[in-house]
C-alpha cells in the first residue's frame, strides 16, 4: 500500500491595519499644557529716574507750605493685581498718602557737608486699562511724589544740594 502525502501550495496575503502600519503616515496625540500666572508690577520704564528740582530756591528766612515740585510715577500691573501699599522712605517712612503724612529727606550739599530738609509725600491718583500698546490691558495706577521746603534752616550755605527717597509699591 502506497501512501500519498499531499501538499497544498498556495499563496497568503496578511493585510496589515494602517493602524499597525509604519510606512508613510502621520499619527498624532494631545498634549496638554498648564501655567499658572503671579501677580505683577512694573514702574513705567519712562519714570526709572525721576527727578524732584525744588522751585524756587530755597531761603532761610521764607515760610513754605505746599509743593514745590513733584514727579508722576505710572506702575503698570497685570489685569486684576491690585496695589495694596505705597511707602516713602526718607529718614522715616510714610504708608499714608498725604503732605500731612509727609517725611524729612535731608540733602547734603555737593562737595561739602552742609544739609538742608525737605518734606517729601505722595498722593494717589486714578487707574484706567490701557487698550493698546505694551502694556494694554494692564491696569495703569498714577501717584506723585511731592517735595517741599521746611523752613527755617539757617545752617545751610547756599549752594546746589541733593539726596533722594525711596518710592514703592506693594501688590
Same mark, same amino acid.
Given at each position: ?58 531761603? &532761610?528766612?521764607? @515760610?513754605?507750605? #505746599?509743593?514745590?515740585?513733584? %514727579?508722576?510715577?505710572? =506702575?503698570?500691573?497685570?489685569? +486684576? $493685581? ?22 524729612? &529727606?535731608?540733602? @547734603?550739599?555737593? #562737595?561739602?557737608?552742609?544739609? %538742608?530738609?525737605?518734606? =517729601?509725600?505722595?498722593?494717589? +491718583? $486714578? ?37 533722594? =527717597? ?6
Amino acid at each position: 500500500m502506497k501512501k500519498f502525502l499531499g501538499l497544498a501550495v498556495g499563496t497568503v496575503i496578511l493585510t496589515l491595519s494602517p493602524a499597525l502600519a509604519a510606512v508613510g503616515g502621520t499619527t498624532t496625540t494631545p498634549v496638554p499644557i498648564n501655567a499658572t500666572t503671579l501677580n505683577s508690577c512694573i514702574i513705567d520704564p519712562a519714570n526709572a529716574n525721576p527727578t524732584i528740582d525744588l522751585a524756587p530756591d530755597y531761603q &532761610a528766612a521764607n @515760610t513754605y507750605s #505746599g509743593s514745590n515740585g513733584g %514727579v508722576t510715577i505710572i =506702575v503698570f500691573c497685570n489685569k +486684576g $493685581t491690585p496695589i495694596s501699599g505705597r511707602r516713602i522712605t526718607g529718614n522715616s517712612v510714610t504708608t499714608t498718602a498725604g503732605e500731612s503724612n509727609s517725611v524729612e &529727606a535731608t540733602l @547734603t550739599k555737593d #562737595g561739602g557737608t552742609d544739609t %538742608v530738609n525737605v518734606r =517729601v509725600w505722595f498722593t494717589v +491718583g $486714578t487707574s484706567s486699562t490701557p487698550s493698546s500698546g505694551t502694556y494694554a490691558g494692564a491696569t495703569r495706577y498714577t501717584q506723585r511724589v511731592e517735595a517741599g521746603w521746611k523752613g527755617g534752616q539757617y545752617g545751610a550755605s547756599s549752594g546746589f544740594y541733593s539726596g533722594s =527717597v525711596q518710592f514703592a509699591v506693594t501688590f
